[in-house]
């Protein structure tokens, strides 16, 4: 039997004990009158009105570190991310509160009320007149000093992450806040929120394989979505000319640092405007949220100082090919060229891909990692682009942009198509690159062209990941650090 297992099987012992002593292990009556961040708050306005014969405070948390002094025990509780002191004394508490309390072990919660003192240190402490076993813990806490280390665990007992460092539970609390934020910036520039659909008949608004159900009611086969845009769109062309969704995508891809099969995006949509004016309204975004956040538009991550103030560089993917990807410019045009080039680099392009493919591809080699600083890329192949508008000077290319910080793809938006007959054109050339063995091409929609045959006015959207701004805003890694239960393989 390891040492866990023998922790484990003593505390079960003292707990049957404590059962045949009639002590309710899981109360539920009692009532904290106030919590540790108050407490502290009224200690500091108010220090005068406490002490012994002072206020006296309900409070309940659990037990983190236990210190034993024959027939007194200073005791530290943790409530969130705050702790505090306790002072028991058997004298004051009688002989069997005190017994319970030696039953007791860290990881407990307990309900205390008194009222406070200083230490000889000065330190504030609560002195216990009534102590209270609120919650038998069975399972011992990893041990204080050591911590969780292994990524795996943490992951997989997010509970214990959370419990045992308070790192991972400021990146949450942050995370919180970075979507508090990000909505009411929404709601203050005239945006309404609204829901549209985790299940769809068809998987729409991206390239990327669904994943399936069935609803037996029904009778049919629905898809969790990979993105809320065409309903979202179908929105606008029903009169509401400013929404966005805080969005939950499912998407069955491969699980890496920038990967999660289920992630949280921000998709809006505004009328009567462009892609331009999403970049516009996007620095503007970044740039609040990231004050407010971090005090600064300035941060670091993963030791590369970014700048998120507004006035982001602007480059066309076909200039940023050359200019950052050192490509001769005289072989863009040449898909054999491009094809020589390639292979000539050993990055990998199929012969089928059409030329628009091969640009992106090369992009996404060559460009976009040394995209550190905040950089939208714009003029995006038509191939690669089945729901942008076209550009009206090169209708080669679409009025789309990406958002590019840290070497990462953050955001994605264009300018939308509102020709009905362009749509169902973009669908059919999805159809054709299907049928050629691209599984992620578009599905074909004919209801939402309907829609679109309705009428929708000039309109532009975006989509924003939020997981990966989280990531940015508090400098992690991985994108599971930033989910609170990421997907893992089965433990075996």
């Known amino acids: 039997m390891d040492k866990e297992s023998k922790l484990i099987q003593f505390r079960k012992e003292k707990i049957n004990g404590l059962k045949d002593k009639g002590v309710n292990l899981y109360p539920n009556d009692f009532k904290p009158s106030c919590s540790i961040k108050e407490l502290k708050k009224i200690i500091e306005k108010k220090p005068d009105s406490l002490g012994e014969k002072g206020d006296e405070f309900y409070m309940a948390g659990r037990m983190m570190a236990i210190n034993k002094m024959g ?43 008194g009222p406070m003192f200083q230490t000889r240190t000065g330190e504030w402490t609560l002195l216990a007149k009534e102590f209270r076993l609120l919650s038998k813990a069975i399972r011992p806490l990893p041990e204080k000093f050591h911590g969780i280390k292994d990524p795996e665990k943490r992951y997989r007992q997010r509970y214990l992450d959370l419990i045992m460092n308070d790192d991972t539970r400021q990146i949450f609390i942050k995370r919180s806040k970075i979507v508090a934020a990000m909505r009411r910036f929404f709601e203050e ?57 805080i969005n939950r ?31 516009d309204l996007t620095e503007e975004m970044f740039e609040s949220i990231t004050k407010e956040i971090l005090g600064s538009t300035i941060l670091q991550y993963q030791g590369q100082k970014i700048d998120l103030k507004k006035g982001w560089l602007r480059i066309p993917m076909i200039e940023s090919l050359t200019s950052i990807g ?27 891909d059409r030329h628009g493919k091969i640009l992106t591809k090369l992009f996404d080699i060559l460009v976009e990692p040394k995209l550190i600083q905040p950089t939208f890329i714009t003029g995006y192949p038509v191939e690669v682009s089945p729901l942008s508008r076209k550009n009206d000077d090169n209708p080669e290319l679409t009025d789309r942009f990406e958002l590019f910080i840290a070497g990462r ?18 669908f059919l050339m999805q159809s054709r690159q299907r049928n050629e063995g691209n599984s992620e091409a578009h599905i074909m929609d004919s209801e939402y062209v309907k ?15 939020i997981d990966r701004f989280v990531m940015l805003l508090t400098d992690s890694s991985s994108i599971r650090e930033v989910i609170l239960f990421p997907h893992m393989k089965k433990n075996v």
Do not use: C
Request: hydrophobic share 35%.
């Open 71 to 113: 027939k007194s025990s200073f005791i530290r509780f943790e409530e969130g991310s705050d702790q505090f002191q306790v002072y028991l004394q058997k004298d004051r508490v009688g002989d069997e509160t005190y017994f319970l309390f030696k039953k007791l072990d860290i990881g407990d919660f307990i309900g205390v009320k």
């Open 189 to 245: 520039n005239g945006f309404m929120e609204v829901e549209t659909p985790m299940m769809q008949p068809l998987a729409g608004g991206a390239e990327a394989t669904p994943f399936k159900t069935w609803h037996n009611a029904l009778g049919m086969e629905l898809f969790l979505r990979i993105a809320p845009e065409l309903y979202l769109k179908r929105l606008v062309v029903g009169g509401f000319e400013k929404v966005f969704e």
């Open 249 to 279: 995508n499912f998407r069955n891809e491969g699980v890496s640092t920038r990967h999660n099969p289920e992630f949280t995006m921000v998709e809006f949509y505004q009328a009567y405007a462009d892609y331009e004016d999403l970049m």
């Open 326 to 352: 050192g490509i001769d410019p005289e072989i863009l045009n040449d898909t054999e060229f491009l094809l020589k080039f390639a292979e000539e680099n050993t990055i990998q392009i199929t012969k089928k």
């Open 409 to 426: 793809e953050i955001a994605n938006g264009f300018s939308e198509i509102n020709d009905p007959e362009d749509q169902h054109s973009r």
């Open 451 to 465: 829609a679109l045959e309705y009428g929708m006015p000039p309109t532009a959207g975006e989509g924003i990941g």
